[in-house]
Nanobody, 125 residues
């Protein structure tokens, strides 16, 4: 079992920046980690960004160029640097971990077995 704990959420004004962090309890069998957003129900989580152990990253189209996912393997931690945020970025952001990042499926939530509780990000205009 891999436990994921997110932090860094909060309120920010449009145009501002925010960085989310996620610490994993164990990444021995984790080859892919990512961030998903939950706008409505938990079942509607959508991929925002994901990164594999080699540092290859994929992004959702609407965050490309504004968000950056990174990792610190020594700390079992990934980050999501959010820049130039807008009200549309308001959501609950969940950290997720899976065994592999599969080509063409980096943002497919079905490939992630472990999930954090989520951290709220609220962007005001």
């Amino acid at each position: 079992q891999v436990r994921l704990v997110e932090s860094g959420g909060g309120s920010v004004q449009a145009g501002g920046s925010l960085t989310l962090s996620c610490v994993a309890s164990d990444t021995t069998y984790v080859g892919c980690m990512g961030w998903f957003r939950q706008d409505y129900s938990y079942d509607d989580r959508m991929g925002v960004a994901a990164i594999d152990r080699d540092g290859n990253a994929k992004y959702a189209d609407d965050v490309q160029g504004r968000f950056t996912i990174s990792q610190d393997n020594a700390k079992n931690t990934i980050y999501l640097q959010m820049k130039d945020v807008g009200p549309g970025d308001t959501s609950i952001y969940h950290c997720a971990a899976g065994r592999w990042c599969l080509e063409g499926r980096y943002l497919n939530r079905a490939d992630f077995a472990y999930w954090g509780q989520g951290t709220q990000v609220t962007v005001s205009s």
